[in-house]
């Protein structure tokens, strides 16, 4: 199966495709389609990789992927439940080009202006899960429907984007497949050293020309996003084991000093980590 770009399957003559995905892990492998994604996630939880930006998904939560935007679902293996994600996929040109331009749908452009970056849905997520969920009992026509029903309700919602930059060119198949290596090395051994050299030769290329490679597609260093995966997994820890030292969840993170952990930490989440156990705790 191919990286990048990804193929949704898709039954002739139908524009909006609704899936269900319940797996013990989602597809986790780097990709990107042309149609916009609208994802509901009823159970399971694990890091979401956009663009340039890791974050995290949890159970409830609604994320909107844009059109070819790269991203990666990647659950949490550590329990033994099985993750579900709802999704309905569409081509903003399937109703034809001018049908979403309509005078009427104006509204709608915000929403497809956000979706660049992808974007979570903060409020109004029950009823945009209840029309998600609903249409597998739906024909064709009512699933249109439907979708200008979430449409609306998203683009009068509070949202925060995914990604804060997208790599403007399409990725070819050999581009996915290098950078899915580096990003899946960097996420499964995030805890251990890793040199530059090594994610070099994964990526079958000197050091500096990685060096340019990476931050040209995702407008950052390996060793900050690096250090992003490190917080993030962080972050998770910090929340759900309060009975643990910070110094060990550094050291576990892949810190070997605790300093600089507490350094980058409250540079990326402008708290220190005894700070966020504390007020965020709810977050994860």
Do not use: W
């Not at 930006?53 to 033994?80: M, R």
């Not at 309905?88 to 749908?105: H, I, Q, V």
């Not at 609306?152 to 403007?168: G, M, R, W």
């Not at 490190?230 to 929340?239: E, G, P, V």
């Amino acid at each position: 199966m191919k990286v990048l770009p990804f193929k949704i399957p898709k039954p002739q003559n139908e524009a909006v495709i609704y899936q269900v995905d319940k797996e013990k892990v989602f597809y986790d492998q780097l990709h990107q389609h042309a149609e916009i994604q609208i994802s509901y996630i009823k159970e399971g939880s694990g890091m979401l990789l956009v663009g340039d930006t890791l974050s995290h998904f949890k159970k409830g939560e609604v994320f909107v992927i844009g059109s070819y935007l790269p991203h990666a679902f990647k659950s949490d293996t550590s329990t033994n439940e099985l993750s579900e994600m709802h999704t309905l996929f569409f081509d903003k040109n399937a109703f034809g080009e001018t049908f979403l331009s309509l005078p009427d749908l104006t509204p709608a452009k915000t929403f497809f202006d956000k979706t660049i970056f992808g974007m979570q849905v903060v409020n109004q997520t029950t009823s945009i899960k209840e029309y998600i969920t609903n249409l597998g009992s739906q024909n064709t026509v009512e699933r249109l429907a439907t979708l200008l029903l979430v449409i609306s309700l998203i683009a009068q919602s509070d949202t925060k984007p995914l990604s804060s930059f997208v790599y403007p060119k399409n990725y070819s198949e050999n581009e996915g497949q290098r950078m899915n290596r580096v990003f899946d090395y960097a996420m499964s051994n995030y805890h251990n050293p890793i040199m530059l050299d090594t994610i070099a030769n994964l990526a079958n290329m000197s050091k500096n020309a990685f060096c340019r490679y990476f931050k040209k597609r995702t407008n950052k260093t390996f060793i900050q996003f690096l250090i992003e995966i490190r917080i993030d997994q962080a972050c998770k820890i910090l929340a759900n084991n309060p009975e643990q030292p910070v110094s060990f969840v550094a050291e576990q993170c892949g810190f070997t000093n605790v300093a600089n952990f507490n350094r980058k930490f409250k540079l990326l989440k402008g708290c220190t980590p005894t700070q966020f156990r504390t007020s965020f705790k709810s977050s994860y």
